[in-house]
């Protein structure tokens, strides 16, 4: 966007909020740390320039709009009462309610989540499996269980819609009882994957498991919250994006992810089920 158009759209961003604000443009000034000249400049289109980045900050922040918004880079208002900076790093707590996922999960809800598990995705873990990871990790069984609970409850609810996508090799791995699988005993493996192909069942359509060729691509794990925020999780802690431009650039990752897919979402639970455990 030049910064003609730019202007332009921050402009009529401008009078939409002095005119939902009631105040005169004398208040309004004055409420955002300008004079009334100033404000009439800025509200003329007679100049391309855009104010100062603290006169930015104040206008958002006193009207409790995003400055995504104000610039023009999203179309939502985002009117959120805070202002957010472009990415944040969250660390996990041990309590789950406590963390900020729960938060993350149910201002998303009506929209799409899409998701790229380290592992088996949390929803679908049998108690064993939750509590040989929190051992291996050295984490809290009883936070691990919470998280698993909170997942399975949120994907039961009318409504949810979630992707999610995964190398088929995770799964061939846990069956085989590889890497950290090694010494996980075979009827605990056996069981998580019918448990596992159920769920699959039974959450489908609104729950879609798609697996990959991890050979033919990479991903890290992530959540992507509808429009709202990307989370990746880089162990014990999430690199949060809320930048409109980078949850867009997450979300095309996704979609080609599942571009290519080698078992399509009505195929998982079949596929599961066929996977001999050794």
């Not at 443009?25 to 740390?33: K, N, Q, R, T, V």
């Not at 603290?54 to 009207?63: P, Q, S």
């Not at 991903?219 to 429009?227: A, K, L, M």
Request: charged share 25%; net charge neutral.
């Amino acid at each position: 966007m030049d910064k003609r158009a730019l202007s332009d759209l921050f402009r009529i961003r401008l009078m939409e909020l002095v005119t939902r604000s009631g105040a005169s443009h004398s208040a309004f000034a004055e409420g955002i740390g300008i004079d009334r000249s100033a404000l009439s400049q800025l509200l003329s289109g007679s100049s391309a320039r855009l104010p100062r980045v603290e006169t930015l900050l104040k206008i958002a922040e006193r009207h409790s709009v995003s400055m995504d918004w104000l610039l023009g880079i999203s179309h939502d208002p985002g009117l959120t009462g805070e202002l957010r900076p472009s990415f944040e790093i969250e660390e996990g707590g041990e309590d789950y309610t406590e963390t900020l996922l729960m938060k993350w999960h149910a201002e998303a809800t009506g929209s799409k989540i899409r998701y790229v598990p380290a592992r088996i995705p949390d929803l679908l873990r049998t108690p064993e499996i939750i509590a040989f990871e929190a051992d291996s990790a050295h984490q809290s069984v009883k936070a691990q269980t919470s998280e698993t609970a909170f997942r399975l409850d949120y994907n039961r609810q009318p409504g949810t819609d979630m992707e999610v996508c995964m190398p088929q090799e995770t799964l061939q791995g846990f069956a085989q009882g590889r890497g950290m699988w090694s010494g996980l005993k075979r009827e605990v493996r056996a069981e998580q994957l019918q448990y596992m192909a159920s769920l699959i069942n039974e959450l489908y359509p609104s729950f879609r498991l798609f697996l990959f060729d991890e050979k033919e691509r990479f991903s890290v794990p992530y959540t992507i919250f509808g429009s709202q925020r990307a989370a990746i999780f880089v162990g014990g802690m999430y690199l949060v994006l809320n930048n409109a431009d980078s949850i867009r650039k997450m979300q095309r990752h996704f979609d080609q992810l599942i571009r290519f897919t080698r078992i399509h979402a009505h195929q998982t639970a079949d596929y599961v089920r066929t996977l001999k455990v050794s």
